[in-house]
């Protein structure tokens, strides 16, 4: 079964704890911290796979969870580190989070992480200092990522069919390559994406058979967006036209005017070629061909018969030249995409002020309740791992709120003692450094 679309949900692996310990050893009476690191969680990770079609999977599975890190413990023992989830989607597959693209794989073996395991918490061992021989504080890991992703599949193809159902698609795919499609004289025989591989002197081609398309596609009508997506992904189109038309240029206006409403495929490159012209008289396939011509007049217009490999031949060689030129303007505008550095520009430095703007406190009331919410990467990052069960971890988050400049501006804000601090999901009060 084919499927392009699926929601997962992902959880990367929690970051293990870090340990309170102290050495205990005959005849060493102070023997010190001893608490081990907390392991990180693993991440879970996207591999692009050639051998891989379909999104299917994940609509059987759609929790992904990664491995939890190991806590820490004595004599310096870090806790192991969380297996990572290696997951196998099909190349070609998009990747978003709250509709932002987060990845998109394009190569076979391509890999991305695509949700962090959390880190694990520092041991008593991390806070031995001259001052504080025996600290009894100790890290929590932190939680790893956890979000719901969108995945979508476009198919990375050289040549997308395209045409109006009952076209010919299927047929000319099964004839020039491996492909099986399944072929009927009715419209929508094909549901899915077909993939086949066509070679021509020496050359291979990959070829996708898109679903058949009808007029308002573009709008979600017939099969509509679920398959015209297939096309942004191929480098050159063979538009298929079958002869039998009553006007070819209606055909081939209806499906162009599509493909232009739906994304940048007006300057694709492409190949026309009038089907199911075995038996015909060259009176109509001349009448047809000027029909095209006239609805695009740079346009270029094979007659061809897949059943009996008339002009067969010849167009996969013009498909060939076509996807070649593609694949060399391509990689000329990704080269000139790229700029070297330049070494006059200023060196910017941050004061202390700007530096302080790394984190920002705001008052919020609800249902009558009023708390200071701390944001910033680096302090959420510390309240992340601090366990509130332990006392002098506490304070020492309420050490780092003064020295980052943060309990000043809770006080000019009229925080009180008893306030209420919330940052990255835990709350505590500031009594202790009032």
Same mark, same amino acid.
């Not at 070629?273 to 609805?295: F, H, S």
């Not at 520009?345 to 984190?359: H, N, R």
């Not at 009023?370 to 601090?386: D, L, N």
């Not at 780092?400 to 709350?427: C, F, H, N, W, Y």
């Given at each position: 079964?084919?499927?392009?679309?699926?929601?997962?949900?992902?959880?990367? !692996?929690?970051?293990?704890?870090?340990? &309170?310990?102290?050495?205990? /050893?005959?005849? @060493?009476? =102070? +023997? %010190?911290?001893? #608490?081990?690191?907390?392991?990180?969680?693993?991440?879970?990770?996207?591999?692009?796979?050639?051998?891989?079609?379909?999104?299917?999977?994940?609509?059987?599975?759609?929790?992904?969870?990664?491995?939890?890190?190991?806590?820490?413990?004595?004599?310096?023992?870090?806790?192991?580190?969380?297996?990572?989830?290696?997951?196998?989607?099909?190349?070609?597959?998009?990747?978003?989070?709250? !509709?932002?693209?987060?990845?998109?794989? &394009?190569?076979?073996?391509? /890999?991305?992480? @695509?949700? =962090? +395991? %959390?880190?694990? #918490?520092?041991?008593?061992?991390?806070?031995?200092?001259?001052?504080?021989?025996?600290?009894?504080?100790?890290?929590?890991?932190?939680?790893?990522?956890?979000?719901?992703?969108?995945?979508?599949?476009?198919?990375?193809?050289?040549?997308?069919?395209?045409?109006?159902?009952?076209?010919?698609?299927?047929?000319?795919?099964?004839?020039?390559?491996?492909?099986?499609?399944?072929?009927?004289?009715?419209?929508?025989?094909?549901?899915?994406?077909?993939?086949?591989?066509?070679?021509?002197? =020496?050359?291979?081609?990959?070829?996708?058979?898109?679903?058949?398309?009808?007029?308002?596609?573009?709008?979600?009508?017939?099969?509509?967006?679920?398959?015209?997506?297939?096309?942004?992904?191929?480098?050159?189109?063979?538009?298929?036209?079958?002869?039998?038309?009553?006007?070819?240029?209606?055909?081939?206006?209806?499906?162009?005017?599509?493909?232009?409403?739906?994304?940048?495929?007006?300057?694709?490159?492409?190949?026309?070629?009038?089907?199911?012209?075995?038996?015909?008289?060259?009176?109509?396939?001349?009448?047809?061909?000027?029909?095209?011509?006239?609805?695009?007049?740079?346009?270029?217009?094979?007659?061809?018969?897949?059943?009996?490999?008339?002009?067969?031949?010849?167009?996969?060689?013009?498909?060939?030249?076509?996807?070649?030129?593609?694949?060399?303007?391509?990689?000329?505008?990704?080269?000139?995409?790229?700029?070297?550095?330049?070494?006059?520009?200023?060196?910017?430095?941050?004061?202390?002020?700007?530096?302080?703007?790394?984190?920002?406190?705001?008052?919020?009331?609800?249902?009558?309740?009023?708390?200071?919410?701390?944001?910033?990467?680096?302090?959420?990052?510390?309240?992340?791992?601090?366990?509130?069960?332990?006392?002098?971890?506490?304070?020492?988050?309420?050490?780092?709120?003064?020295?980052?400049?943060?309990?000043?501006?809770?006080?000019?804000?009229?925080?009180?003692?008893?306030?209420?601090?919330?940052?990255?999901?835990?709350?505590?009060?500031?009594?202790?450094?009032?």
């Amino acid at each position: 079964m084919f499927v392009d679309t699926a929601k997962v949900k992902l959880q990367a !692996g929690k970051g293990g704890n870090g340990a &309170v310990s102290f050495r205990h /050893e005959i005849y @060493i009476p =102070k +023997g %010190g911290p001893d #608490g081990g690191d907390g392991g990180k969680g693993g991440n879970i990770i996207f591999r692009a796979d050639k051998d891989t079609n379909t999104l299917l999977d994940f609509r059987y599975n759609p929790e992904l969870k990664a491995e939890n890190g190991k806590n820490g413990s004595g004599q310096r023992s870090a806790g192991r580190s969380g297996k990572d989830l290696i997951v196998e989607v099909p190349i070609g597959t998009i990747v978003r989070h709250d !509709g932002v693209v987060i990845a998109d794989f &394009v190569k076979d073996g391509e /890999e991305k992480v @695509i949700a =962090k +395991g %959390g880190d694990g #918490g520092f041991g008593n061992a991390h806070f031995k200092s001259s001052t504080r021989q025996t600290p009894m504080v100790a890290e929590v890991g932190e939680p790893g990522e956890e979000f719901e992703a969108a995945l979508e599949l476009k198919l990375l193809a050289d040549v997308g069919l395209v045409g109006l159902p009952n076209a010919g698609k299927s047929t000319f795919l099964s004839v020039v390559s491996n492909a099986r499609p399944e072929i009927a004289n009715y419209p929508f025989t094909t549901l899915t994406p077909q993939l086949g591989v066509a070679t021509v002197d =020496k050359q291979d081609i990959l070829i996708a058979d898109i679903p058949g398309l009808i007029e308002g596609a573009a709008d979600g009508k017939g099969l509509g967006h679920d398959f015209l997506r297939h096309v942004d992904r191929t480098a050159v189109l063979l538009h298929l036209v079958d002869v039998y038309n009553d006007d070819a240029g209606v055909a081939y206006r209806t499906i162009r005017r599509e493909l232009e409403r739906y994304g940048e495929l007006k300057a694709r490159p492409e190949i026309v070629a009038l089907t199911k012209c075995e038996g015909v008289d060259e009176e109509l396939i001349e009448m047809q061909k000027n029909a095209i011509l006239r609805e695009n007049p740079k346009a270029e217009v094979f007659a061809i018969s897949a059943q009996a490999k008339q002009g067969v031949v010849e167009l996969l060689r013009e498909l060939a030249k076509a996807e070649r030129r593609a694949n060399e303007e391509t990689t000329v505008e990704e080269g000139e995409e790229a700029v070297e550095p330049r070494n006059d520009l200023p060196v910017i430095s941050l004061s202390a002020e700007q530096l302080s703007k790394a984190w920002r406190v705001e008052k919020v009331t609800e249902n009558g309740e009023t708390k200071y919410v701390v944001s910033g990467p680096k302090i959420e990052k510390f309240a992340r791992r601090t366990d509130l069960d332990n006392y002098a971890s506490v304070n020492r988050l309420r050490d780092i709120l003064k020295k980052m400049g943060i309990r000043a501006e809770l006080t000019s804000q009229g925080a009180e003692p008893d306030s209420i601090v919330s940052i990255a999901g835990k709350e505590f009060t500031l009594v202790e450094d009032y």
